[in-house]
C-alpha cells in the first residue's frame, strides 16, 4: 500500500520558514522522482521543486533562492526547507513521487498539508 505522509505544515509570520517532510512508503523511493506541488485557493496546482533519484534539484521560478528541497533515501523522506516566507505562499503544499517507465508511470500523490504566511 503505497502512502505519503506530508507534515510540517502550519501558520507562520512573513520572513518566517517552515520545513515540510513527507514520508514515503510502499514503493521504492530511491528510484522516484520527487516533486513538491502547491495550490492557493482558486489557482491551479504548482510545480514548487522537485528532485531525482540521483539529487538533482529543479524550483519553480517563484521559490527560488528561498525554498531547498532534499531527500533522504534511507528514511524514504523528502523535505522543503522554505525560509523568507511571503503572503503568497499560503497554499496547500503537496508531496509526489513520479516515476515514469517504458510501458506505465507511478504517480502517487500525499494528502496535502497547509501551509499559511500571514501576520
Known amino acids: 500500500q503505497v502512502q505519503l505522509v506530508e507534515s510540517g505544515g502550519g501558520l507562520v509570520q512573513p520572513g518566517g520558514s517552515l520545513r515540510l517532510s513527507c514520508v514515503a512508503s510502499g514503493f521504492t523511493f530511491s528510484r522516484y522522482v520527487m516533486n513538491w506541488y502547491r495550490q492557493a485557493p482558486g489557482k491551479e496546482r504548482e510545480l514548487v521543486a522537485a528532485?531525482?533519484?540521483?539529487?538533482?534539484?529543479n524550483y519553480g521560478d517563484s521559490v527560488k533562492g528561498r525554498f531547498t528541497i532534499s531527500r533522504d533515501n534511507a528514511k524514504n523522506t523528502v523535505y522543503l526547507q522554505m525560509n523568507s516566507l511571503k503572503p503568497e505562499d499560503t497554499a496547500v503544499y503537496y508531496c509526489?513521487?513520479?516515476?515514469?517507465?517504458?510501458?506505465?508511470?507511478?504517480?502517487?500523490w500525499g494528502q496535502g498539508t497547509q501551509v499559511t504566511v500571514s501576520s
Open positions: 509526489n513521487a513520479l516515476s515514469v517507465g517504458l510501458t506505465r508511470t507511478y504517480d502517487y
Open positions: 528532485i531525482t533519484s540521483a539529487g538533482g534539484t
